[in-house]
């Protein structure tokens, strides 16, 4: 295992990393976040009991996946049209949802772990404000909803 450790726990470095997007070659992100799953839950009144109230599950939920990478230029990639077909669009045309698998990689490339999501496509894009005096990289911010995530 590559990673360093902690309390006899190994720490995975999260540097490395690497987006899969069915259908599409060529992608770079600086940045990704929203692999989260959170089981919502009810209260339940029992009755007679009134020192508390039961919570029980409900379903799962997940946030958005974000993405940030650099702006690319005029000509559009794979990615950039998608996106726009689906966000530009007048939804005259069917979603056409696709599955993404994210990885974790060691220094040398190799997948640590991974997680697979399903039924993704884009909710919302997003550009970083221009700000001349910092002269840095424009970023734009890519936001899908998906269905489901597993661990792999």
């Known amino acids: 295992m590559t990673g360093e450790k902690q309390d006899n726990v190994w720490a995975l470095p999260a540097f490395y990393f690497k987006v899969e997007i069915e259908g599409i070659d060529e992608i770079a992100f600086k940045e990704v976040s929203g692999l989260a799953v959170e089981l919502e839950t009810e209260e339940v009144e029992e009755g007679g009991e009134t020192r508390f109230q039961h919570r029980v599950p409900v379903r799962k939920k997940h ?26 669009g007048d939804f005259s045309k ?9 990885s974790l990689l060691n220094a040398e490339g190799d997948k640590l772990c991974g997680w697979f999501l399903t039924n993704v ?3 919302k894009w997003s550009i970083e404000p221009f700000n001349p005096p910092k002269n840095e990289l424009t970023i734009e911010t890519i936001e899908f909803a998906y269905n489901t995530i597993e661990r792999k």
């Open 121 to 123: 496509f884009p909710v």
């Open 63 to 88: 946030g958005n996946l974000v993405c940030r990478r650099g702006l690319y230029p005029l000509k559009e990639s794979a990615l950039s049209k998608w996106v726009s077909d689906i966000l530009e």
């Open 94 to 102: 069917k979603i056409e949802p696709k599955n993404v698998f994210v």
